[in-house]
């Protein structure tokens, strides 16, 4: 398979503070996507982004394809971003299942 | 559009029952997939629909599992007999299934079922 790697693994926030997280796979892909995992257990999709940069919000997200990594940045957090987020890739010469990182888990506090 | 639903939300059964899990993938979607859930091994594939059509069930932990599709508005995971082991949170995902060589295909996700197995 192919491997995906997330960190940093925990991250604790002040509100209103921003972060950078960061995925890292091992082989050529054509499908990212960034989920936030929220504390009810449902997997939010944030972005589609198997390349090139794209915003929503406070949210943003850079992937660079070519250097095999993504990233996640998040500004002015809120308590509601508190959850685990999950970065998930397809390979491009595979199944057209999602091979999943093992997340980042951000604690916002108040 | 409602989204991909899973039902039960939540599953409590006793080991050695039968539990079917169900899907209704986004409407026009060709693709339909089941995740599973668990602390020790995160969130893995078990088996994938293209047209109704199974495509890879290598994800599949043993024979106790089986999925079908009968058609393109609903899955089910069935697992007989369930075991404590199988306890975890199940996940249905539908794409559009447009999938070239270039690109990829966005995923969307169901709320999850949460079994147990006592």
């Known amino acids: 398979g192919i491997q995906v790697e997330q960190s940093p693994p925990d991250l604790i926030l002040q509100e209103g503070a921003n972060s950078t997280l960061r995925c890292n796979f091992s082989d050529s892909v054509n499908n990212l996507q960034w989920f936030h995992q929220n504390p009810w257990g449902q997997l939010i999709n944030l972005f589609y982004i198997p390349s090139g940069t794209k915003q929503n919000g406070r949210l943003s997200a850079t992937t660079v394809a070519t250097e095999r990594y993504s990233l996640l940045y998040i500004s002015s957090s809120q308590t509601t971003d508190s959850g685990v987020y999950f970065c998930?890739?397809?390979?491009?010469?595979?199944?057209?299942?999602?091979?999943f990182g093992t997340g980042t888990r951000l604690t916002v506090i108040p | 559009d409602a989204g991909v639903i899973q039902s039960p939300r939540h599953e409590v059964t006793e080991m050695g029952q039968e539990v079917t899990l169900r899907c209704k993938p986004i409407s026009g979607h060709n693709s339909l997939f089941w995740y599973r859930q668990t602390m020790m091994r995160g969130l893995e594939l078990l088996i994938y629909?293209?047209?109704?059509?199974?495509?890879?069930d290598s994800g599949m932990p043993e024979d106790r599992f089986s999925a079908k599709m009968p058609n393109a508005s609903f899955s089910t995971l069935k697992i007989q007999p369930s075991e404590p082991r199988d306890s975890a949170v199940y996940f249905c995902?539908?794409?559009?299934?447009?999938?070239?060589?270039?690109?990829?295909?966005?995923?969307?996700f169901g709320p999850g079922t949460r079994l147990t197995v006592t």
């Open positions: 998930a890739v397809e390979r491009i010469r595979g199944a057209n299942n999602l091979f």
């Open positions: 629909f293209n047209n109704n059509v199974p495509i890879d």
């Open positions: 995902a539908s794409s559009p299934g447009v999938r070239t060589i270039r690109d990829g295909d966005e995923q969307y």
